[in-house]
């Protein structure tokens, strides 16, 4: 360390894995933007002096919480409970709930920590935050599953507001559990106002929020291909997941003359070289959300297609890649086979499904590769519309709406553009300039407001 309070990089990352033992995800997150950004602020003196990165990466609050619930069978459950405020520099704390079996502080921590940067990229006053818990709603009822989500508000309404903090959904977290958590909020506060986004439209929700994620990053894929003179129409696809992300991701794919030969979830994937047209999406959706079923059923449905057990997609060929399930999906190799396979674009629905090694072998292939703090902003983006109707009382149009989320993600695109550019090279770097765009924004708020 200089004695002005300087470090390099690897300084910086040993502190951070000092100060969050076993925080494996977080750390990975933390170096995946320290990377870029330890390189854009060499010569900009004030942000090492007011250690913005520092600051960044220490998250304002981590609330942990006991969750009781009562099962069917009466028997007393415990589950753990968070809400990671990561930053409220440039707005309320905002980002979804998870609900999954695997949930930890790390897990959060990473989330949010990305979460303060997507969001400052979408251009809307929102700050970064994620909650949740290892609850696993697999096999629950809907009794139970209610019961925990009013277990689970009871505390969280303390640190939750309109104005304070806005939760939204995220993976095991969808309109039911929203219902479920907003009638508690409503019913603890006697107050009916906007605390959180992806609410049903009769009370408050925005239209297109649901479709908003899948949607944002297929614009995303489309805007780097337009870049460069190519289209996604006649391309064959691969996608992971098959929820909420996954399916609109396929839906806007099939609007766009593009082919999805692939979908998965935690048992396997479903390989279909027919496509998965719009057909056979209704039924994937209406087994996957209302029977909460498995995807290895599809090839019971369509005999063509195959089935991979405790696979990932990522061998099959393809031009493009939209990994939209979970954290870590595709490692070194992963990335490898798909780049020798062909693939030419990446856009991650999914949070960080992509590992460091991953990372690094799509910025060395110089393929398209969209970060999911870049590709995946259009959800959190519709949130945000969602708060602005919320806060004025008023419903927006469905035209109006889908023009804005194709408008922010262009937005986005242009950002990453303008500050992920290589001197003598028409490639663009969108990791690096996503970290360094939503960076900036946020970064320049916090030395307005001095040491606080
Ligand atoms: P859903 O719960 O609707 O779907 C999650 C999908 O991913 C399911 O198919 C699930 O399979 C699969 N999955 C979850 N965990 C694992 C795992 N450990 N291994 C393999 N597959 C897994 O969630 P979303 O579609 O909303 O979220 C998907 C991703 O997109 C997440 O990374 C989320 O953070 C991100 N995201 C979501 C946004 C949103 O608006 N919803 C916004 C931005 C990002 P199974 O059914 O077997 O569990
Ligand atoms: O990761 C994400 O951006 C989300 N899960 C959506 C967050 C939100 O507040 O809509």
Same mark, same amino acid.
């Given at each position: 360390m200089t004695d002005t309070g300087h470090v390099n990089l690897e300084q910086f990352m040993e502190g951070v894995k000092r100060r969050n033992p076993g925080q494996n995800e977080f750390v990975q997150a933390v170096q995946e933007v320290a990377e870029d950004v330890f390189d854009f602020i060499q010569d900009k003196n004030e942000y090492h002096e007011y250690q913005i990165l520092r600051r960044i990466a220490e998250p304002d609050r981590v609330v942990s919480f006991r969750v009781c619930w009562e099962d069917d069978n009466s028997n007393i459950r415990v589950q753990r409970g968070w809400r990671v405020q990561n930053n409220n520099a440039i707005g309320p704390y905002k980002g979804g709930i998870r609900f999954h079996r695997d949930v930890n502080e790390s897990i959060l921590k990473f989330l949010a920590f990305e979460q303060t940067f997507k969001n400052s990229l979408t251009g809307l006053p929102m700050g970064g935050g994620k909650g949740g818990a290892n609850f696993n709603p697999k096999g629950k009822s809907d009794h139970e599953v209610m019961r925990f989500c009013q277990s689970f508000m009871t505390e969280l309404y303390r640190h939750v507001g309109q104005d304070i903090d806005v939760p939204a959904g995220d993976i095991g977290v969808g309109a039911r559990e929203i219902g479920y958590m907003f009638g508690q909020y409503k019913r603890i506060t006697n107050e009916f106002t *906007?605390?959180?986004?992806?609410?049903?439209?009769?009370? *408050?929700g925005s239209l297109i929020r649901s479709e908003a994620t899948g949607y944002g990053a297929v614009y995303f894929l489309q805007d780097m291909l337009a870049r460069v003179g190519n289209s996604i129409e006649g391309k064959s696809c691969v996608v992971s997941g098959s929820g909420n992300v996954a399916t609109h991701v396929v839906e806007k794919i099939n609007q766009l003359g593009g082919r999805v030969v692939t979908l998965s979830d935690s048992g396997g994937f479903v390989y279909d070289p027919d496509g998965i047209d719009q057909e056979k999406l209704r039924w994937v959706k209406e087994h996957k959300t209302r029977h909460r079923g498995r995807i290895a059923d599809y090839v019971k449905e369509f005999k063509n297609a195959e089935f991979y057990q405790g696979m990932r997609p990522w061998s099959v060929k393809c031009d493009l890649a939209l990994p939209c399930a979970t954290q870590n999906e595709i490692n070194g190799e992963d990335a490898r086979t798909l780049i020798k396979n062909g693939c030419i674009g990446v856009s991650e629905g999914a949070n960080m499904p992509t590992n460091l090694d991953g990372v690094h072998a799509f910025k060395g292939a110089k393929i398209l590769f969209a970060p999911g703090k870049a590709a995946n902003a259009g959800g959190v983006a519709v949130s945000g519309l969602e708060m602005s109707q919320n806060s004025a009382r008023i419903s927006w149009k469905e035209e109006d709406l889908q023009q804005l989320l194709v408008d922010i993600m262009k937005q986005i695109h242009d950002s990453c553009v303008e500050f992920g550019g290589t001197p003598g090279s028409e490639h663009i770097d969108y990791v690096r300039g996503a970290n360094i765009a939503g960076f900036i924004k946020v970064a320049d708020a916090m030395l307005a407001y001095g040491v606080v």
């Open positions: *906007g605390v959180l986004t992806g609410k049903a439209l009769e009370y *408050g």
